[in-house]
């Protein structure tokens, strides 16, 4: 007889909530971390570094990884049907542990996870075969997009840099109208979700950390109203923090 291979006593001993994300960190046979994710019919288990599966396609880190390698020997290199289906199975993979991470507050974890999704968006829009095809992942950028600024500005937070969380949800907002400009669908922007979320987040660190006007806020401003001997002091700071911070 085969030794029992159920997982009745992890899902009984994990009660699903619908109404939150199921998320732990636990470790393995071999002792290394691995994240898990209870969903409605059972349990995720991903890997913490390189390819939340864990597998190694074609013995590089990641698909992107060896589709990369794929363009080096092809410069006209485009996606077969079944890469672009090795494509969708990598974003899924991704998607779930980004949102794990979040949950996690392993924000420099979303960060990475986030920036591997959009740099193989960048990728298909450059090898796609199909329009089709790459415009539904393009669907979700925003959305990306947005988990990446949230996670980056929450990573400045717990570093206790509220006002540099303020100036990367704006730079990330930035980003955001440019995209929706790209589209033409610019007159969307101020409406959408991701946006208002954003938003309202910069609006409650402000408030709760007393965070005023950033320099390069006041910058802006000092440019729009032409006061320009008072914008080169303020570049001149800027220039002076990014060097305490870059020596």
Same mark, same amino acid.
């Given at each position: 007889?085969?030794?029992?291979?159920? %997982?009745?006593?992890i899902l009984s001993d994990w009660t699903y909530?619908?109404?939150?994300?199921?998320?732990?960190?636990?470790?393995?046979?071999?002792?290394?971390e691995v994240v898990q994710m209870r969903v409605?019919?059972?349990?995720?288990?991903?890997?913490?570094?390189?390819?939340?599966?864990?597998?190694?396609?074609?013995?590089?880190?990641?698909?992107?990884?060896?589709?990369?390698?794929?363009?080096?020997?092809?410069?006209?290199?485009?996606?077969?049907?079944?890469?672009c289906m090795e494509v969708d199975r990598e974003?899924?993979?991704?998607?779930?542990?980004?949102?794990?991470?979040?949950?996690?507050?392993?924000?420099?974890?979303?960060?990475?996870?986030?920036?591997?999704?959009?740099?193989?968006?960048?990728?298909?829009?450059?090898?796609?075969?199909?329009?089709?095809?790459?415009?539904?992942?393009? =669907?979700?950028?925003?959305?990306?997009?947005?988990?990446? %600024? =949230?996670?980056?500005?929450?990573?400045?937070?717990? =570093?206790?840099?509220?006002?540099?969380?303020?100036?990367?949800?704006?730079?990330?907002?930035?980003?955001?109208?440019?995209?929706?400009?790209?589209?033409?669908?610019?007159?969307?922007?101020?409406?959408?979700?991701?946006?208002?979320?954003?938003?309202?987040?910069?609006?409650?660190?402000?408030?709760?950390?007393?965070?005023?006007?950033?320099?390069?806020?006041?910058?802006?401003?000092?440019?729009?109203?032409?006061?320009?001997?008072?914008?080169?002091? %303020?570049?001149?700071?800027?220039?002076?923090?990014?060097?305490?911070?870059?020596?």
């Amino acid at each position: 007889m085969s030794r029992n291979q159920s %997982i009745d006593r992890i899902l009984s001993d994990w009660t699903y909530d619908p109404g939150n994300v199921n998320v732990r960190i636990v470790r393995g046979d071999d002792g290394r971390e691995v994240v898990q994710m209870r969903v409605d019919m059972g349990l995720l288990q991903m890997e913490t570094t390189g390819r939340p599966d864990g597998d190694r396609p074609n013995g590089y880190e990641t698909y992107f990884d060896y589709l990369v390698s794929r363009t080096l020997r092809d410069e006209d290199f485009e996606m077969s049907e079944a890469q672009c289906m090795e494509v969708d199975r990598e974003f899924v993979q991704f998607y779930h542990r980004r949102v794990c991470w979040l949950t996690l507050r392993k924000y420099d974890r979303a960060v990475a996870d986030a920036d591997h999704t959009l740099t193989l968006m960048d990728f298909c829009l450059d090898h796609s075969p199909d329009d089709e095809w790459t415009m539904t992942h393009e =669907q979700y950028r925003p959305f990306v997009l947005f988990h990446r %600024i =949230q996670a980056a500005a929450l990573e400045q937070l717990e =570093q206790n840099a509220a006002e540099a969380a303020v100036h990367t949800i704006n730079t990330g907002l930035d980003q955001l109208r440019d995209l929706f400009a790209e589209h033409d669908a610019e007159e969307m922007f101020d409406d959408n979700e991701l946006v208002v979320r954003l938003a309202e987040l910069r609006e409650s660190l402000r408030d709760h950390y007393r965070v005023g006007r950033t320099l390069e806020e006041q910058l802006q401003d000092a440019v729009s109203r032409e006061q320009y001997e008072l914008a080169a002091k %303020i570049r001149d700071e800027l220039a002076r923090r990014q060097t305490r911070l870059h020596p």
